[in-house]
């Protein structure tokens, strides 16, 4: 990174600076300086930084004659006529009225006429009139039996424009989100490149030192050629990319000087579990036990996620990394997003270390239960729901917080269980790398561990989309499934039909396949049921005494 130091002169009176307030900019209006400053603007920076959402090629126009129905145009033309137009109420301007402007396109062969429709824009009627002259951006589509371009960007050209910035060259176009026109934000853009000083400032590091960046923001709004214009934009994504890296190095530097425990040492229950397997763990799975067995081992806080497809073996990695914990003498704690979920893990967790004599309890909100194991020098694992969030039910020592499905929790919620005076290490799980997810570890906040391999003897995990006319199809697939042992879930998004936009409700949908498949035990799971019959259920569903279970999103 290069900071500029050549010793140049400040600015001159009536120059600006990228730092100078908006407030010394006299060729911005009161009106224009306030919606400016609502919108989050400061500084001459912020102005200038304010990047055009495309640009148009005013030195040359398509021509109508040549388009075809649906290519995005910029033409130009002169209004011959303009008026309400189709049917509606009082007035003419109802339901089913619209504003058509008829421009000719001059460039055209014959002089070729072509319309501009807007729907519910009155004011549009106003401010066109027969003689002008206009520039139009958009989409030709055919409406009736004719091509027109409905609701277009557009801006009169007035006496001039054609030595002016707005026309003959390559001209930005701006968001009109703070209510000042394209038009007047061009204009005021140009005026405040025009004012910028050369000078350099102490605040501005020139990361391509060969394109100093006052020069380039004159290039990206006002480009001389379209190959200027390609080559600034890069420039600046340049830029992007070499401070977001920047950031990402100093937001590491900071986690690895965070203080923490040493929540593992030997690994004798790992490979206990290992050996009482009737499988062999995959080397993926492998390689992530040795990630997160080498930062428990730190004395840095850990901060990592565990990302793998459904079926590649994270709950076992998460396991692994608890028993590390609880051999060093700390709990571990894993906390699910749903009450359903918590109690496979609980079940699952208390058959693996039967034998392994590690303590397992369950905390949801109307369940608590502890493994036949009682608590004894080494820590324990403690499964459990949003329950886990009040602080009386979670032990006292923990050395490891697992987060299952971690983008169903808040930032706030997690940062509730992890915060305390010993800070503990933490793993995240997601098989949904969602954007949230991919900020963290983008910057630097998360180290990621990817399950890339999937257990022997699994089969691949296939998405389809099916609608409602291939029902037959999904029918005639899940009898297929059924009768070779399989199992089916079904899910939908509600109990009851209140909102019938949202989908179908399980109600409705038991129903259904029940008579879909008579001869097949349907089996029915939601939220409002009690404890124990969510458990009736997945018990009689582990057993395949349920071959089809309709669910909401609890499943």
């Given at each position: 990174m290069m900071r500029s130091v050549r010793n140049t002169p400040g600015p001159m009176a009536g120059e600006l600076l990228l730092t100078s307030p908006l407030e010394e900019c006299a060729f911005i209006r009161p009106r224009e300086l306030a919606a400016m400053q609502a919108a989050g603007m400061a500084s001459v920076r912020d102005l200038l930084f304010m990047l055009p959402r495309r640009y148009e090629d005013r030195r040359m126009f398509d021509r109508y004659d040549s388009l075809s129905s649906g290519a995005p145009v910029c033409l130009r033309g002169r209004?011959?006529?303009?008026?309400?137009?189709?049917?509606?109420?009082k007035g003419g301007k109802g339901r089913g009225r619209y504003v058509e402007a008829v421009l000719v396109d001059e460039q055209s062969l014959g002089q070729a006429?072509?319309?501009?429709?807007?729907?519910?824009?009155?004011?549009?009627?106003?401010?066109?009139?027969?003689?002008?002259?206009?520039?139009?951006?958009?989409?030709?589509?055919?409406?009736g039996k004719k091509l027109s371009i409905v609701h277009p960007d557009f801006e009169i050209i007035r006496e001039g424009d054609d030595q002016s910035i707005h026309l003959n060259r390559i001209v930005p176009v701006y968001s009109g989100r703070m209510g000042i026109a394209v038009r007047r934000l061009r204009e005021i853009v140009w005026e405040a490149l025009a004012r910028l000083s050369p000078a350099p400032e102490p605040e501005i590091y020139e990361f391509v030192p060969d394109i100093p960046c006052k020069t380039a923001l004159r290039d990206l709004h006002f480009p001389e050629t379209a190959e200027v214009r390609d080559r600034t934009r890069r420039r600046f994504a340049l830029e992007e990319c070499l401070a977001q890296q920047l950031n990402v190095a100093y937001r590491r530097r900071r986690a690895d000087e965070v203080p923490g425990m040493q929540t593992a040492g030997s690994s004798h229950l790992v490979k206990d579990l290992a050996d009482s397997l009737p499988f062999e763990l995959t080397e993926a799975q492998k390689r992530c036990v040795r990630e997160i067995y080498r930062d428990m081992k730190a004395p840095r806080s850990m901060n990592r996620l565990l990302q793998g497809d459904v079926g590649s073996g994270k709950t076992l990695v998460a396991l692994c990394a608890m028993l590390l914990?609880?051999?060093?003498?700390?709990?571990?704690?894993m906390m699910a997003p749903t009450q359903i979920l918590a109690e496979q893990h609980y079940l699952k967790f208390r058959q693996m270390l039967d034998k392994l004599d590690v303590p397992v309890s369950l905390v949801?909100?109307?369940?608590k239960e502890e493994s036949h194991v009682s608590f004894g020098k080494q820590g324990g694992i403690v499964v459990g729901t949003h329950a886990l969030l009040y602080g009386k039910n979670v032990p006292e020592r923990v050395g490891l917080v697992v987060i299952d499905e971690q983008h169903k929790f808040g930032v706030n919620q997690r940062e509730k269980l992890i915060d305390r005076e010993e800070r503990p290490d933490v793993l995240v799980m997601t098989a949904t790398p969602i954007p949230r997810t991919l900020t963290l570890t983008f910057y630097g906040e998360l180290d990621v561990s990817i399950l890339?391999?999937?257990?022997?003897?699994?089969?691949a995990v296939v998405t389809a989309i099916r609608t409602e006319k291939d029902q037959e199809k999904v029918l005639k697939f899940v009898r297929s499934q059924l009768e070779e042992g399989r199992q089916v879930y079904v899910v939908s998004p509600?109990?009851?039909?209140e909102d019938s936009r949202k989908g179908k409700a399980v109600t409705k949908e038991l129903d259904e396949w029940k008579a879909l498949l008579p001869h097949v035990d349907v089996g029915l799971l939601h939220g409002r049921m009690s404890s124990e019959e969510k458990e009736a259920?997945?018990?009689?569903?582990?057993?395949?005494?349920i071959s089809v279970l309709v669910a909401t999103t609890v499943v």
């Open positions: 209004v011959v006529d303009v008026g309400w137009k189709g049917w509606g109420g006429r072509f319309s501009c429709l807007w729907f519910s824009m009155p004011g549009i009627a106003r401010m066109l009139c027969a003689g002008q002259e206009m520039i139009v951006y958009g989409r030709v589509k055919p409406y914990a609880v051999e060093h003498g700390y709990s571990a704690v949801t909100a109307d369940r890339d391999g999937v257990p022997g003897g699994r089969g509600l109990i009851d039909g259920v997945m018990k009689d569903f582990r057993a395949n005494r």
